[in-house]
């Protein structure tokens, strides 16, 4: 039997699922494990990218702080305020094209990361810190059936 999915949408644009099982074997690994939060990024013309862990304004700051750069060494580069970068960062603004890619360039990435229009594999992980080997076993088989 299939597994059922119930949504529910949380206020931070996160979302949180659980999974109900008609198989009881799918039970424990619903009572013990089944609450993940994902982010999503909202793109232009309303369409929602999903996205785990880290939105476009977390991805900045935690590059820039990779970097070792303050936000006004950035705003000095890209010769604008550092109270724009700040907004970039509180997700308060989204950087220009042109800023995106300055921005890109400066730390060394794309532009697609930056937008949340790729997972790494860190994010994609997901912690099986634990958790039990029948109950890894069970949310690998949960994926799997998610898969087809």
Not at 97 to 117: E, G, N
Not at 120 to 140: A, F, M
Request: proline share 3%; net charge positive; glycine share 0%.
């Amino acid at each position: 039997m299939p597994l059922l999915p119930a949504w529910k949408l949380s206020t931070a644009f996160s979302l949180t699922f659980s999974y109900t099982s008609l198989k009881s074997s799918y039970k424990l690994l619903v009572i013990n494990i089944i609450h993940l939060k994902l982010s999503f990024c909202l793109y232009t013309n309303s369409i929602w990218r999903c996205k785990l862990i880290m939105t476009t304004a977390e991805r900045l700051k935690d590059l820039r702080e990779r970097y070792q750069l303050s936000q006004h060494d950035v705003a000095k580069i890209l010769k604008v305020s550092p109270a724009l970068i700040s907004s970039y960062e509180r997700n308060e603004r989204m950087p220009s094209p042109a800023k995106l890619i300055s921005l890109a360039d400066l730390y060394h990435t794309t532009t697609d990361y930056l937008l949340c229009r790729n997972r790494t594999t860190e994010e994609l992980s997901l912690s099986v810190e634990g958790l039990s080997q029948k109950q890894i076993k069970l949310l690998r088989e949960l994926v799997d059936t998610m898969k087809k």
